[in-house]
């Protein structure tokens, strides 16, 4: 066996000039001439000259400074891989692969494109044997995938789909290590490096001898990345990946968009997690790290593909089966969805107000799958009170759908697992109130429905609820709802939970406010729903039985201890119950104090209520006066108050129609009646038999008391809030000079003073001027013209 000193006088000078040629045609002859020689030298088992040979191509022509001679170095060492075949190659790799791959970043296109070429036909032999050059053949394809040169780029997808053949369908292929050098690139904008990427995805999918599903959480948020990108690429036609012919051939290729790609792998992924069940993906992970964001993005692509797979997975986990009943990979997919049940929510209430219509069918679907899960041991598995906090702060979101999406979920926790919701029920009802100064109708009436379940689950829970209601009505916001929307809240909570009961704790609330501003607005809100609601009829019924019922004496008696927040508000109420006496006795009080403007405005309202539909029944009585003298000096004495205005007028119309014949009965002067019971008939009392010395009466003198006591507390109640009005007017007095509003009214030409001359008479005078009156502190919602 002939040894050489230097492997290269093998080769003739003629070989040596060709390789490093400038014209193509003349390097691969010399490469061709390489080939046979390194044949004969395998067949002469003359392996360490073929080492030699390598060895002096890489360093002579690989790295020299000449760009042919680079050119030339990878067609021979091409030949050399080619002489070798399949059966010799593997030992030469580690000497033949470094040169090729270094030579791929080269800065001369066309080395770049022979160390492709050069790639691709090593591949094309060795087979197997590239598996451990595997990763940094990916990353060198992957630098010239997007190059600049479109010869170089075209010529990519040959040698990729070469490698891809290989790792595919080789079980020793090592994915693991594999799988970290393909998410790394993943981030590259550049639309061939992402088509270079998906093309590796797609092909490591399709292939029985690796389980890319196991290593999602790594990918999937970068493909969902790529729907947005819109750019077109040519893509190498199915069936054309391996033709050794030159990569120009334009029936090779066709265009596709990034994100169509990203979508059909997608799909595909998807679809191999069905067939399999959801069996090795870790659903947990991909649902919080990548599913979740990716759903809230702005990208309407992104967030339906992110949806759609979290709603394969509350698919496969089948909520409407008790856990129990599960399958296998059921319950495991299951087990890990619960744990991320708050981080879905919390992408429905963002993607629910989507401007798409496939965002928001895609988010009502997992919702009702989600709603579908009432196994109690699932429901054990999930915080109660992370959903509660991602459902609260659904309260928050600007777009009416995502508010009562919050408020129907806190309504289904709740009957979920209402011992662990009502324990947070200090925490929800404020911001359950507050989501109703928004202009949604419908969030107001979804609200009111979760704020009446939590004060219908028990005694102490509803004490608190109207004790958290009346505190935010007395807010800011609370005021701005209670002036725009307090009817609605009010009569809705009436028709959930019972008018009467409503009625009752919120008198008992209002009873000792210290706001006395306050709580008169809302004693007056109070009153005109109770006078004017359909929900409040059986109230209002109730409390004209005052005469024969000790229930609706109680009532009665509940309500006007916070009722006296409200003149007029007192005055309606014993109109309601026929208290006329009382009235009468209220109504005389009003000339032993100075009076606001207020009073006026509430007398008014008064009076038109009379006329309304609910005082029918004592407009009747007004034709036995008789039998019903109290109320003809209770509605006289209202006249005696009025300014002679529209009001006056009124009362004083209705008065005239009553029939003389009745009136002419009364005594001109009749002894004043004696009351009696407060809520007997005035003619039972008056022909009640006189009862004998020392017999035992306790229930009349109880109420006798009781009248009295009534009285007592008006006058208590109306001092403080005569006292705390004369406040108001000193603080806010004007600068010297300047005259308040509040000390005109109080002057004598102002509205005390022109009432009083209409109170006591005016001698046959032309009555004084009406003076201007405020608005009322009730809510503009309560008007009684509305109301009416």
């Not at 400074?65 to 067609?75: D, E, M, V």
């Not at 909520?319 to 744990?339: H, K, M, S, T, Y």
Request: proline letters at 5%.
């Amino acid at each position: 066996m002939l040894h050489h000193s230097n492997p290269l006088q093998l080769l003739s000078p003629q070989v040596l000039k060709n390789l490093g040629d400038k014209l193509y045609e003349r390097r691969k002859v010399a490469a061709l001439d390489i080939e046979q020689l390194v044949k004969r030298l395998v067949s002469n088992g003359e392996t360490g000259e073929v080492h030699a040979l390598i060895q002096k191509l890489v360093e002579d022509f690989a790295r020299s400074p000449n760009s042919n001679q680079r050119k030339g170095a990878l067609l021979g060492i091409a030949a050399v891989a080619c002489g070798l075949t399949n059966q010799h190659i593997n030992e030469y790799l580690p000497q033949v692969m470094p040169p090729v791959l270094e030579s791929i970043t080269d800065q001369d296109s066309r080395v770049r494109f022979y160390a492709v070429e050069s790639l691709y036909n090593i591949a094309d032999i060795a087979r197997e044997g590239m598996l451990p050059f595997m990763n940094k053949a990916f990353d060198g394809l992957f630098r010239v995938s997007a190059d600049a040169d479109d010869h170089l780029r075209s010529a990519v997808p040959y040698a990729e789909n070469l490698l891809k053949d290989i790792a595919c369908n080789s079980p020793e292929f090592d994915i693991a290590r594999f799988i970290p050098e393909l998410a790394a690139r993943m981030d590259s904008t550049k639309p061939y490096n992402r088509r270079f990427i998906l093309g590796w995805i797609e092909a490591l999918a399709s292939s029985t001898m690796v389980d890319i599903l196991v290593f999602l959480p790594d990918l999937l948020d970068g493909l969902l990345a790529m729907l947005s990108d819109q750019v077109t690429v040519l893509v190498l036609r199915q069936g054309h990946g391996s033709r050794r012919s030159s990569p120009s051939h334009r029936s090779d290729w066709q265009p596709l968009e990034i994100r169509h790609m990203t979508s059909d792998v997608l799909s595909q992924l998807l679809g191999y997690i069905r067939e399999q069940g959801g069996s090795g993906v870790d659903c947990q992970t991909l649902v919080e790290n990548v599913l979740v964001p990716r759903a809230e993005e702005k990208d309407t692509r992104i967030c339906v593909a992110a949806l759609t797979w979290v709603k394969a997975f509350t698919e496969l986990a089948m909520l409407q089966v008790p856990l129990q009943e599960c399958g296998e990979n059921a319950r495991i997919v299951r087990l890990q969805l619960l744990a991320t049940f708050h981080l879905i929510l919390h992408a429905l209430l963002h993607c629910i107000s989507s401007p798409s219509e496939a965002v928001r069918g895609l988010v009502e679907r997992i919702n009702q799958s989600l709603l579908m899960l009432k196994d109690q041991q699932s429901w054990s598995r999930i915080s109660m009170e992370r959903m509660l906090e991602v459902a609260a702060e659904g309260l928050d979101g600007a777009e009416e759908e995502t508010r009562l999406l919050a408020l129907r979920w806190i309504n289904f926790l709740l009957h979920i697992n209402q011992h662990e919701v009502l324990q947070q029920v200090n925490d929800l009802i404020p911001p359950l109130i507050e989501v109703m100064i928004g202009p949604s109708n419908r969030v107001v009436l979804e609200s009111i429905s979760v704020q009446a379940a939590f004060a219908a689950s028990n005694d102490t829970n509803f004490r608190i609820y109207f004790m958290r209601l009346v505190e935010c009505f007395q807010a800011p916001k609370g005021a701005e709802l209670l002036q725009r929307r307090g009817s609605m809240v009010l009569r809705r909570l009436c028709m959930l939970l019972g008018a009467e009961r409503c009625f009752v704790e919120l008198a008992e609330r209002l009873r000792d406010q210290t706001n006395l501003q306050y709580a008169s607005t809302m004693v007056q809100a109070l009153n005109l729903i109770l006078l004017t609601a359909p929900e409040t009829k059986e109230l209002r019924q109730l409390l004209q039985r005052c005469h024969e019922s000790a229930a609706a004496r109680r009532l009665f008696l509940i309500l006007y201890k916070s009722w006296c927040h409200s003149p007029g508000a007192v005055l309606m109420l014993c109109f309601l119950a026929q208290a006329y006496g009382h009235a009468a006795a209220v109504i005389h009080t009003f000339g032993d104090s100075d009076w606001d403007a207020d009073v006026l405005v509430q007398l008014d309202r008064v009076v038109r209520l009379l006329e309304s539909p609910v005082f029918t029944f004592l407009r009747l009585h007004l034709l036995r006066p008789r039998e019903y003298p109290s109320l003809m000096h209770a509605l006289y004495g209202l006249l005696m108050l009025l300014p002679q205005g529209a009001a006056f007028r009124t009362l004083s119309a209705r008065l005239n129609a009553v029939p003389m014949v009745g009136m002419m009965q009364l005594s001109v002067d009749p002894p004043k009646p004696r009351e009696g019971p407060l809520f007997g008939s005035e003619r039972a009392r008056q022909s009640e038999q006189p009862r004998r010395q020392g017999a035992d009466v306790p229930d009349e003198e109880a109420e006798r008391m009781d009248l009295e006591d009534l009285m007592r507390h008006f006058r208590e109640l109306q001092s403080k809030h005569a006292a705390e009005g004369e406040l108001r007017r000193i603080s806010s007095s004007a600068p010297e000079g300047q005259t308040s509003q509040a000390q005109a009214q109080a002057g004598p030409g102002g509205a005390q003073a022109g009432w009083r001359q209409v109170s006591s008479g005016n001698g046959g005078r032309p009555p004084p001027k009406a003076p201007p009156i405020r608005q009322s502190s009730c809510p503009s919602e309560f008007s009684v013209s509305s109301a009416n």
